[in-house]
């Protein structure tokens, strides 16, 4: 599933090659992947027509086009294989195109929406005052927002009584962190994923945010993680952060700070990884 920054990336190029264009068309063919919009593929696309896109906007792990002057805009869930391409219209069509957006300009590129295992689709909404689609004005702000605020966070922790990643991965409070940089981010921190939310201090809250936003950063900065070729950004290019990963997917591997073996356990029908000597299991009270 991608995490905030393969969304982010991908919100990076809608923003250069879709933001700011007029929808001359857009044709639904697989009805599942609007299956949100109860009055079907065509009035989807008769709602898009001749509306402008403006600037892709994300939240989290969560995307959206606003459709200028209307109030209302495209919100896009990749599920666990969706893929937003802008392609030639000369191309061909990919076995797995779901929605194909054209626009009302010479440039010769559409929008394509693309999703093999149909788990993700484009859905339209009423904005709020903020400009966020109504379905996910209960979304927490994520770590890279500037408004994003720290102390709200810590006292959240505190309040909440459960376990630090269960708590990362609480989308209402904080937004954009899945499983890959929350074992990512505790690494960085030394801290195992059962540790007590109650036993944060402000300072290791803190410190744990600081490596949120690093490991984020980070993959940022190389497009992301693709594990396979389901993950790709507009242009079709796959992310190589799985490179760098320091704990998620390296069971047996030696921790890069202290040689011990990377371990993985189950864990609510995912798996954390971590280090047994780095990120110590919390005591188990008597």
Known sequence: MPELPEVEVVRRGLERWVSGRVVADAQVLHPRAVRRHLAGGEDFGARLKGHRIGVARRRGKYLWLPLADSGQAVLAHLGMSGQLLVQPHDAPDEKHLRVRVRFDDVQSTELRFVDQRTFGGLSLHDTTPDGLPDVIAHIARDPLDDAFDDEAFHLALRRRRTTIKRALLDQSLIS??????????????????ERPTATFTRPRTAELLGHVRD????????????????????????????????????????????????????????????????????????
């Open 176 to 193: 954009g962190v899945g499983n890959i940089y929350a074992d990512e981010a505790l690494w960085r921190a030394r801290l195992h994923y």
């Open 215 to 286: 490991v984020m950063n980070a993959a940022l900065a190389v497009g992301g993680t693709s594990f396979d070729s389901l993950y790709v950004n507009v242009n079709g290019e796959s992310g190589y952060f799985d490179r760098s990963l320091d704990a998620y997917g390296r069971e047996g591997e030696p921790c890069r700070r202290c040689g011990a073996a990377i371990r993985r356990r189950p864990w609510m029908n995912r798996s954390s990884y971590f280090c047994p000597v780095c990120q110590r299991a919390p005591r188990v009270a008597s």
